[in-house]
């Protein structure tokens, strides 16, 4: 099974741009459907993207159109895009695979002015 290192959180302004990264060990990483949830303090887990197999996307309404999820095959990762924050958006987010139920150790984005 893999194991995932997330990277790539930070302090950013309101409409500013962050990107994620999930790195995968690992020879099965390409079978996996991947996600990204976020959790904010006090909040449940929100499922934010997920990317098939294939390369298929789908996003929560409330990130629609400002973040894109990817990944990368070769290089057993996937990554998160995310545009135009919102102070909403601050949360520590996490990847995930799927149906390994295989969890990264989050990475804190703040979104702040």
């Known amino acids: 099974q893999v194991q995932l290192v997330e990277s790539g959180g930070g302090l950013v302004q309101p409409g500013g741009s962050l990107r994620l990264s999930c790195a995968a060990s690992g020879s099965r990483f390409s079978s996996y459907l991947m996600d990204w949830y976020r959790q904010a303090p006090g909040k449940q887990r929100e499922l934010v993207a997920t990317?098939?197999?294939?390369?298929?996307?789908n996003y929560a309404d409330s990130v629609k159109d400002r973040f894109t999820i990817s990944r990368d095959n070769a290089k057993n990762t996937v990554y998160l895009q995310m545009n135009s924050l919102k102070p909403e958006d601050t949360a520590v987010y996490y990847c995930h695979a799927f149906p390994a139920n295989l969890w990264g150790q989050g990475t804190q984005v703040t979104v702040s002015s």
């Open positions: 990317i098939t197999s294939g390369g298929t996307t």
